[in-house]
């Protein structure tokens, strides 16, 4: 990792962070044990009015995804955490304080989650070990199906996360447990289009974190340690690594990016990794073994 601050590779975030909330699913629940405290952002925009508006080449593809004009406050973001028995909290990186929502209970499936993302309007969408695909509230927890096919093109398992776009929005990447490389999911057609296999070629089976600048990072453990990719979103090369102590035989792992720092959940274990000191410190252990991490795009830089 370089020695110095994180820096976008593709653009300048288009403006600061804000908070995630929905109330995706019915009314949104009052009870202090599951309010986030954070406001909804319900601002839509069509594809091909953005594309329009760009004048974009039309082999530029956009996938159909909420655009945020603006981010209030990003200290008010949180990161979402899913354990291993569907257990939803929040973490605040500043108070290192997790807070209980509720444990999610998905339709028709006897599959438990693999991994999480987390878009800006407070959607989870959440990979499980069946390869399917399910839209969570962070505000409440209520989840329910979606019309993504599980194991499209060979893609069963997968780390997640979203980075942010030029235009504005934001995309959601996976990367293949199965070294599959690179792929993005659209969330309005639920299709998986493939991107690259990484370049160099990587064995391992990675999380995603990533920035509102359009920043994608990768957390791979290994036998004896993990790797800590910079990746190109657009091409999948590796544009950075570093080989990072915190590591070894994970069975529940996940990382999440927020205020310059990268948080990396591995076995229960909560360690918080500076880029620029490339500096790893455990912080404390988390309620419960973290599967999924997912933080807004507007989460701080």
């Avoid at 990186?93 to 339709?107: A, E, R, V, W």
């Avoid at 990675?206 to 290994?222: D, K, R, S, V």
Wanted: hydrophobic share 40%; proline share 6%.
């Amino acid at each position: 990792m370089r020695s110095q601050r994180v820096v976008a590779v593709m653009w300048i975030a288009f403006a600061a962070a804000c908070g995630a909330r929905t109330g995706l699913l019915g009314p949104e629940e009052t009870d202090a044990s599951v309010d986030s405290g954070l406001d909804v952002h319900d601002a839509k925009k069509d594809t091909a009015d953005v594309l329009d508006a760009m004048d974009a080449p039309e082999d530029v593809v956009f996938p159909d995804v909420p655009i945020i004009s603006d981010c209030p406050d990003a200290g008010d973001t949180l990161v979402y955490l899913l354990g291993t028995g569907s257990e939803l909290y929040s973490f605040e990186p500043t108070t290192l304080k997790f807070k209980h929502i509720n444990t999610i209970s998905c339709p028709q499936t006897t599959s438990g989650p693999n991994s999480m993302a987390v878009t800006r309007s407070g959607i989870a969408f959440t990979n499980f070990n069946s390869g399917e695909l399910f839209e969570v509230s962070t505000a409440n927890g209520a989840c329910k199906a979606t019309t993504y096919q599980p194991n499209q093109k060979g893609w069963t398992t997968y780390g997640m996360g979203y980075a942010g776009n030029a235009d504005g929005g934001e995309t959601l990447y996976v990367s293949g447990f199965s070294n599959q490389g690179l792929a993005m999911i659209d969330t309005t057609s639920f299709t998986l289009v493939p991107i690259s296999q990484y370049q160099p070629p990587s064995q391992f089976a990675c999380e995603l974190t990533g920035t509102g600048a359009g920043e994608l990072y990768g957390f791979c453990p290994f036998g004896s340690g993990a790797y800590f990719f910079q990746i190109d979103p657009a091409t999948a090369k590796i544009l950075d690594s570093h080989q990072l102590s915190t590591g070894g035989k994970a069975f529940a792992w996940a990382f999440a990016f927020w205020g310059g720092d990268f948080w990396l959940f591995l076995n229960g274990n909560v360690t918080k990794y500076d880029p620029v000191t490339q500096v790893e410190t455990f912080v404390k252990q988390a309620p419960v073994q973290i599967v999924g991490a997912g933080v807004s795009t507007c989460a701080p830089l």
